[in-house]
């Protein structure tokens, strides 16, 4: 149980276009789901908390207007990277707390590389 | 401010050796404690946790962690480990009612 997808796995834009990752929570209501972006070899930083129906609350330094996020329902949450530059290529996860709420399950992610 | 530490960048062992990657943390109140697992281009998997309880926890593939609540540790270990453990390795702590924190990972190499 508690399996959570993300789709796609990989893309690859030009600069300047919009990319919208799906986040799926396969077999729980997910009511928070949250966004991380992953820099090589580095830790994961929380981008974004998304709670189903209302608006995101994102972390210091993140652009709410370049990073989409909506959660339309208790099993998706979507994050639109807007007007994507090169500097946004990068590993992008989510994760959505569970039934019991005192755990976080994880995304495979998504690659995204914008030429 | 609210952080997780793991002191090492990196761990290599021989396989068929004990292992121990370290986490400590500094946050407020009795958090909830997590080790996760990142294989190359893949999501994080959930390998134990403490929320109360038995100091010693036992988690996925013959894993185990253990609390030390004085020194504010939750230190990762496995008694023999397998080439197939090389991956990158988060701890990460949920202060109540808070977001998790996550520590910067570390780099286990199991050499045959």
């Known amino acids: 149980g508690a399996v959570v997808s993300q789709h796609p796995s990989r893309v690859i834009c030009k600069s300047g276009t919009s990319v919208k990752i799906e986040c799926r929570s396969l077999?729980?209501?997910?009511?928070?789901m949250f966004w991380y972006r992953q820099f090589p070899k580095q830790s994961l930083m929380l981008m974004a908390t998304?709670?189903?129906?209302?608006?995101?609350?994102?972390e210091q330094g993140v652009e709410k207007d370049k990073f989409l996020i909506n959660h339309a329902s208790l099993t998706l949450s979507t994050l639109t990277v807007t007007s994507a530059h090169p500097e946004d290529s990068s590993f992008y996860i989510c994760?959505?707390?569970?039934?019991?709420?005192?755990?976080?399950?994880f995304g495979p992610g998504t690659r995204l590389t914008v030429l | 401010a609210q952080s997780v530490a793991q002191p090492e960048d990196q761990v290599n062992v021989a396989e068929g050796n004990p292992l121990t990657v370290k986490c400590t943390y500094s946050?407020?109140?009795?958090?909830?404690l997590f080790w996760y697992v990142q294989y190359p281009n893949r999501g994080l998997q959930f390998l134990l946790k403490?929320?109360?309880?038995?100091?010693l926890v036992k988690g996925s593939y013959g894993f185990e962690a253990e609390f030390n609540k004085s020194q504010t540790s939750f230190h990762l270990k496995k008694p023999s480990a397998l080439v197939s453990d090389s991956a990158l390795y988060f701890c990460?702590?949920?202060?109540?009612?808070?977001?998790?924190?996550f520590g910067p990972g570390t780099r286990l190499s199991v050499l045959p």
């Open positions: 998304s709670n189903e129906g209302s608006k995101a609350t994102y």
């Open positions: 990460a702590v949920r202060p109540y009612g808070q977001n998790f924190v």
């Open positions: 994760s959505a707390t569970g039934p019991r709420n005192d755990e976080q399950f």
């Open positions: 077999d729980f209501q997910a009511t928070t």
């Open positions: 403490y929320i109360t309880g038995d100091n």
């Open positions: 946050v407020s109140g009795n958090p909830y």
